[in-house]
């Protein structure tokens, strides 16, 4: 169901306008997709998303994408298909000292999380894809991503029932990834998403 273009606008204006957290780059990234019952929950964006203005627009995108090709689905549908978020909206900048970039905190997160619930609000998704620990852990408990990633939870929210169906992040830094049994339980994320009723209605073969 589409949701009421003055609420969907609203939104859109409130969140590309935030600027709560000040220790973060802006502006606000996010794949806004009007009436998607898919909904991915990506970490946080990167350089690379922040200066192009779009979610996984770098090198874990590639991956990500790439994974879903494995559907059937190309990224250009995929974009155009589901709405993409994230547990934090702006760049949090590098790491200090160290490769890669710094980890939301959590009230960053809990600054966010507001747009999440909006969203959620609007949208009501069928299906919830949260990828990497950050956004798993807002939706369900994970100690090892072993214990999640290959699975599907039945969750409610406001009232509205969804399945959440965690992946791993895809970035070249994760040796999870790269070995057992990661690679198999991505495929079996993976396989369960493709055979989800919102998944399959979004992407028809």
């Given at each position: 169901?589409?949701?009421?273009?003055?609420a969907?606008?609203?939104h859109?204006?409130?969140?590309?306008?935030?600027?709560?957290?000040?220790?973060?780059?802006?502006?606000?990234?996010?794949?806004?997709?009007?009436?998607?019952?898919?909904?991915?929950?990506?970490?946080?964006?990167?350089?690379?998303?922040?200066?192009?203005?779009?979610?996984?627009?770098?090198?874990?995108?590639?991956?990500?994408?790439?994974?879903?090709?494995?559907?059937?689905?190309?990224?250009?549908?995929?974009?155009?298909?589901?709405?993409?978020?994230?547990?934090?909206?702006?760049?949090?900048?590098?790491?200090?000292?160290?490769?890669?970039?710094?980890?939301?905190?959590?009230?960053?997160?809990?600054a966010?999380?507001?747009?999440?619930?909006?969203?959620?609000?609007?949208?009501r998704?069928?299906?919830?894809?949260?990828?990497g620990?950050?956004a798993?852990?807002?939706?369900?408990?994970?100690r090892?991503?072993?214990?999640?990633?290959?699975?599907?939870?039945?969750?409610?929210?406001?009232?509205?029932?969804?399945?959440?169906?965690?992946?791993?992040?895809?970035?070249?830094?994760?040796?999870?990834?790269?070995?057992?049994?990661?690679?198999?339980?991505?495929?079996?994320?993976?396989?369960?998403?493709?055979?989800?009723?919102?998944?399959?209605?979004?992407?028809?073969?």
């Amino acid at each position: 169901m589409t949701p009421p273009d003055a609420a969907w606008e609203r939104h859109l204006t409130e969140l590309h306008g935030c600027r709560r957290c000040p220790g973060v780059l802006g502006p606000p990234v996010v794949g806004a997709v009007p009436g998607a019952a898919v909904y991915l929950m990506g970490q946080a964006p990167g350089p690379t998303e922040q200066r192009e203005g779009r979610p996984f627009a770098a090198q874990a995108g590639r991956t990500l994408f790439r994974w879903f090709g494995s559907l059937g689905v190309s990224e250009e549908r995929f974009r155009a298909g589901v709405y993409m978020g994230a547990a934090i909206r702006c760049f949090p900048g590098k790491a200090p000292g160290k490769q890669g970039d710094r980890k939301p905190s959590t009230g960053e997160v809990r600054a966010c999380a507001p747009h999440f619930e909006t969203e959620f609000a609007l949208l009501r998704p069928r299906l919830v894809i949260p990828v990497g620990r950050l956004a798993i852990e807002r939706l369900v408990p994970c100690r090892r991503l072993d214990e999640v990633v290959g699975r599907a939870f039945a969750l409610e929210r406001a009232g509205h029932p969804f399945t959440c169906i965690p992946l791993p992040h895809p970035s070249g830094l994760s040796r999870w990834i790269q070995g057992e049994p990661g690679r198999s339980l991505l495929a079996e994320g993976l396989r369960l998403i493709g055979a989800h009723p919102a998944w399959q209605a979004t992407f028809p073969s």
